[in-house]
């Protein structure tokens, strides 16, 4: 008797300890339970941003350096690739114009200025093509922009920056002169003196590197700003 009366003592205790256990089962249940929705949820936004891709900004900057890339290269090589350019570019446009609103304005001025950049450009490589370069005035457009450095197997990743150097005091010095044929001459000169650089890349110093990519803006700003002023006074004639 003594011992069922012990036992019914105890059995309040052990009831509220099962109803405790259920609860704190329930809770643990409910915790997984959201942790699994915040997982998924996550997931989910994984997939959407591998599903639509970069952001506009992102495609701004790849389609910047892009444009770079096939800019300074010599015409044999563009020639040979360019459908694919002409195709790649009208993907990369569509791109950007699919979300050019939520660019900022400062972003949105640049690709402004991105694409008359390369309507130039193709114009330039389509009429190169159909008339191309005279080897012997090109010859000469070498020796007389680049000097010492004219033949470029000479230029070394010691040297590099100082032709960079002397391509572009010519530049600044003579540009007001040239014509748009002879802008032709130059930018080819310059896309050569560029593929000697790729060659030697990995030589170049960091510092030379960070000279060398200033100096090539500064000639992008001048040929882009020559091209228009040609652009204005064909509109005017």
């Not at 609860?23 to 996550?42: F, S």
């Not at 660019?103 to 008339?131: F, G, M, P």
Request: charged share 35%.
């Amino acid at each position: 008797m003594k011992a069922l009366y012990k036992r019914l003592k105890y059995l309040p205790v052990l009831v509220l300890a099962l109803l405790l256990s259920s609860c704190e089962g329930n809770r643990t249940a409910q915790e997984t339970e959201e942790v699994t929705v915040d997982t998924a949820t996550q997931d989910d936004n994984i997939i959407r941003v591998e599903e639509t891709g970069r952001t506009a900004e992102e495609r701004l900057e790849s389609f910047r350096s892009w444009l770079n890339n096939k800019a300074d290269r010599t015409d044999t090589a563009i020639r040979e690739e360019w459908p694919e350019i002409r195709e790649e570019f009208r993907r990369r446009n569509a791109e950007l114009e699919s979300n050019v609103d939520s660019l900022s304005a400062k972003s949105k001025e640049e690709y402004k200025q991105l694409k008359q950049r390369y309507a130039r450009w193709e114009e330039r490589q389509e009429r190169r093509q159909n008339t191309p370069l005279d080897q012997q005035k090109l010859e000469q457009w070498q020796e007389q922009l680049l000097r010492e450095f004219d033949d470029l197997n000479s230029i070394t990743s010691q040297n590099v920056r100082e032709a960079y150097l002397t391509f572009m005091g010519t530049v600044r010095a003579k540009r007001s002169n040239w014509n748009q044929d002879d802008w032709d001459y130059v930018d080819h000169v310059y896309s050569q003196l560029n593929d000697r650089r790729r060659q030697i890349e990995n030589n170049i110093s960091t510092g030379d590197k960070l000279k060398i990519r200033a100096l090539q803006t500064e000639y992008l700003a001048l040929e882009g700003s020559a091209d228009v002023g040609s652009a204005v006074r064909g509109v005017q004639n």
